[in-house]
């Protein structure tokens, strides 16, 4: 199971990115979906999360009110929105999946995705 994340990219500080997510569709319809990142020398940490059905969404601290979650569950994609972009937001992106939230946000999913590098510049 491979779960493929896309949208990377190098842009100014304040500027907007959309990250795109594909998984297979028995995954994608039951699973919760996250957003994790690692920036370089960092550990990776926790960023956005939203539940099969979409009605829940969870986000780090540091993203509130700035990045947002979505799902189509037709298209059996995830998407995460980045708005008001800042050099602290680059790093690599990952997608997960898991049918646990608790896991998701624990950072113990069981699928995830190659990363996509985001490097904002200052």
């Known amino acids: 199971v491979q779960l493929q994340a896309s949208g990377g990219g190098l842009v100014q500080a304040g ?6 997510c594909a998984a ?3 995954i994608f319809m039951s699973y919760v979906m996250g957003w994790f990142r690692q ?5 990776r940490e926790f960023v956005a ?3 099969w059905s979409g009605s829940s969404t969870r ?7 700035r990045f947002t979650i979505s799902r189509d569950n037709g298209k059996n994609m995830v998407y ?6 800042k ?8 997608c997960a999946a898991d049918p646990s939230l608790i896991n ?6 069981h699928y995830w995705g190659l990363g996509t590098q985001v490097t904002v510049s200052s």
């Open 80 to 85: 995460l929105q980045m708005n008001s972009l």
């Open 104 to 109: 998701v946000l624990g950072g113990r999913s």
């Open 15 to 20: 500027g907007s990115m959309r990250l795109s």
């Open 39 to 43: 920036a370089p020398g960092k550990e």
């Open 87 to 94: 050099p602290e937001d680059t790093a690599v992106y990952y």
């Open 24 to 26: 297979p569709g028995r």
């Open 49 to 51: 999360a939203i539940t």
């Open 59 to 65: 986000y780090a601290d540091s993203v509130k009110g």
